[in-house]
């Protein structure tokens, strides 16, 4: 990991104040940073910045004689080892998918067969729009790397997905790249999105709320944004995804089939009803308890200071139900345990009570800002034993997930 060149393209966002940064941590690792700088990131922040801070002449033309009578723009593409999106615009993300090539950063990315990692930023009703995630879908597909976005207060006053993320977890999403050796364009990514193609995938994802009233519910602390990145990226394994999603708080990812439930009766049935399947991805915070004797109207308080009796029942055991079916069971079945102690032997407990092949285990104590956030650091275990991942983003914990299920199909 010594001696890299990340290529940085630096789109045009109120997030391009992260960059100098980002530069910092890149360059504390002993690696280069070629800076190329778009028309619209110069709004944002200046050349003089970013070429002191990364030793090197910032790069923003693609008409400059004196570099393209070398070709320029091609030897900046086969000099880098990673090229890095930051801040990736919905702009330049579209032109990405799109394969236009009219600007310096356009043209590299088209030029380049190197691994990408996008950092998207953006107002969050442009990263929620269907043409956003469309091109978002293309470029994981293309097996661009995606890290982020926050979910936050942004400059323009809104809140929602779409802040940058922080420059140390682009850090981490850069070296988790690097990680993973030399991912190309061609021909590597295009033949590696068609290992699974032919095989069906379900996928669980996002919490259930179960009714106590028609305005309280019980559910889990989720949000189920792995559950999300993990059917994207079987998708770009080539997988034909069923999504059974609970309320969710992001968006489920194109190009899969999305079955929106509530309950976690309905989660069951809708699995039953996606069956067959090659493997199943129970990624979902199922609750464990329902109300037996929830009402059509709103409770109201009585005066008597005393909280209402709630007769609970247990939920179906989706995951034990799917690992115990005969004939029907799906080859592969991976499960999921949140823990906040103990976590590798409850989870190891959990996975011969249930009778599922995998556990992907994870930390959700207080502190570890998991539940809810961008990144995961996670614990597989089968029947050989515990292999402890990295703190990476959730995206990167979905591709290497389904890596490994379409090593095991195969």
Same mark, same amino acid.
């Given at each position: 990991?010594?001696?890299?060149? !990340?290529?940085?393209?630096? =789109?045009?966002?109120?997030?391009?104040?992260? !960059?100098?940064?980002?530069?910092?941590?890149?360059?504390?690792?002993?690696?280069?940073?070629?800076?190329?700088?778009?028309?619209? =990131?110069?709004?944002? +922040?200046?050349?003089? #910045?970013?070429?002191?801070?990364? =030793?090197?002449?910032?790069? *923003?033309?693609?008409?400059?004689?004196? %570099?393209?009578?070398?070709?320029?723009? !091609?030897?900046?593409?086969?000099? &880098?080892?990673? @090229?890095?999106?930051?801040?990736?615009?919905?702009?330049?993300?579209?032109?990405?998918?799109?394969?236009?090539?009219? *600007?310096?950063?356009? #043209?590299?990315?088209?030029?380049?067969?190197?691994?990408?990692? @996008?950092?998207?930023?953006?107002?969050?009703?442009?990263?929620?729009?269907?043409?956003?995630?469309?091109?978002?879908?293309v470029l994981r597909a293309d097996g661009v790397a995606v890290i982020g976005p926050d979910e936050g207060d942004m400059a323009c006053g809104e809140h929602g997905p779409g802040r940058m993320a922080e420059p140390e977890a682009i850090m981490a999403a850069i070296r988790a790249r690097l990680d993973t050796g030399p991912l190309l364009l061609e021909p590597q990514a295009q033949v590696a999105r068609g290992v699974l193609a032919g095989r069906h995938v379900i996928v669980t994802s996002g919490p259930t709320h179960e009714p106590i009233d028609p305005v309280r519910y019980i559910a889990n602390r989720s949000s189920g944004a792995q559950g999300a990145a993990i059917a994207g990226a079987l998708r770009d394994q080539g997988a034909r995804v069923s999504f059974v999603t609970g309320p969710a708080a992001v968006p489920a990812p194109a190009g899969v089939d999305v079955i929106r439930i509530e309950t976690a009766r309905e989660m069951r049935d809708a699995v039953e009803a996606a069956l067959p399947a090659d493997a199943a991805v129970m990624a979902a915070a199922v609750a464990d308890w329902r109300v037996?004797?929830?009402?059509?109207?709103?409770? %109201?308080?009585?005066?008597?200071?005393?909280?209402?009796?709630?007769?609970?029942?247990?939920?179906?055991?989706?995951? &034990?139900?799917?690992?115990?079916?005969? =004939?029907?069971?799906?080859?592969?079945?991976?499960?999921? &345990?949140?823990? +906040?102690?103990?976590? @590798?032997?409850?989870? #190891?407990?959990?996975?011969?009570?249930?009778?599922?092949?995998?556990?992907?285990?994870?930390? @959700?104590?207080d502190g570890t800002g998991i539940m809810g956030g961008t990144e995961n650091a996670v614990t597989l275990i089968d029947e050989t034993g515990a292999e402890e991942w990295p703190r990476l983003g959730k995206d990167e914990v979905a591709r290497r997930l389904a890596r490994r299920i379409a090593e095991a199909l195969a």
């Amino acid at each position: 990991m010594t001696g890299k060149r !990340i290529l940085l393209i630096i =789109g045009g966002g109120i997030a391009a104040y992260k !960059i100098p940064q980002l530069i910092r941590l890149i360059r504390g690792e002993g690696w280069t940073v070629s800076p190329v700088l778009t028309r619209a =990131g110069a709004e944002f +922040t200046t050349a003089m #910045t970013i070429s002191v801070l990364a =030793g090197e002449a910032v790069h *923003d033309g693609l008409f400059d004689i004196a %570099k393209e009578a070398e070709i320029g723009h !091609i030897r900046l593409t086969r000099d &880098a080892d990673l @090229v890095v999106v930051a801040p990736a615009t919905a702009d330049l993300m579209a032109k990405m998918a799109q394969g236009l090539a009219d *600007d310096l950063a356009s #043209t590299l990315l088209l030029a380049s067969d190197k691994g990408v990692l @996008v950092a998207p930023a953006m107002n969050v009703r442009m990263w929620n729009h269907p043409a956003t995630q469309r091109n978002l879908a293309v470029l994981r597909a293309d097996g661009v790397a995606v890290i982020g976005p926050d979910e936050g207060d942004m400059a323009c006053g809104e809140h929602g997905p779409g802040r940058m993320a922080e420059p140390e977890a682009i850090m981490a999403a850069i070296r988790a790249r690097l990680d993973t050796g030399p991912l190309l364009l061609e021909p590597q990514a295009q033949v590696a999105r068609g290992v699974l193609a032919g095989r069906h995938v379900i996928v669980t994802s996002g919490p259930t709320h179960e009714p106590i009233d028609p305005v309280r519910y019980i559910a889990n602390r989720s949000s189920g944004a792995q559950g999300a990145a993990i059917a994207g990226a079987l998708r770009d394994q080539g997988a034909r995804v069923s999504f059974v999603t609970g309320p969710a708080a992001v968006p489920a990812p194109a190009g899969v089939d999305v079955i929106r439930i509530e309950t976690a009766r309905e989660m069951r049935d809708a699995v039953e009803a996606a069956l067959p399947a090659d493997a199943a991805v129970m990624a979902a915070a199922v609750a464990d308890w329902r109300v037996v004797n929830a009402v059509p109207r709103k409770m %109201k308080k009585d005066g008597s200071g005393r909280p209402p009796t709630l007769d609970l029942a247990e939920n179906p055991d989706i995951l &034990a139900w799917v690992s115990g079916l005969d =004939g029907r069971r799906p080859k592969l079945v991976v499960g999921f &345990a949140a823990e +906040t102690d103990d976590i @590798v032997a409850h989870a #190891t407990a959990k996975r011969l009570r249930k009778g599922c092949d995998w556990i992907v285990a994870n930390d @959700v104590s207080d502190g570890t800002g998991i539940m809810g956030g961008t990144e995961n650091a996670v614990t597989l275990i089968d029947e050989t034993g515990a292999e402890e991942w990295p703190r990476l983003g959730k995206d990167e914990v979905a591709r290497r997930l389904a890596r490994r299920i379409a090593e095991a199909l195969a």
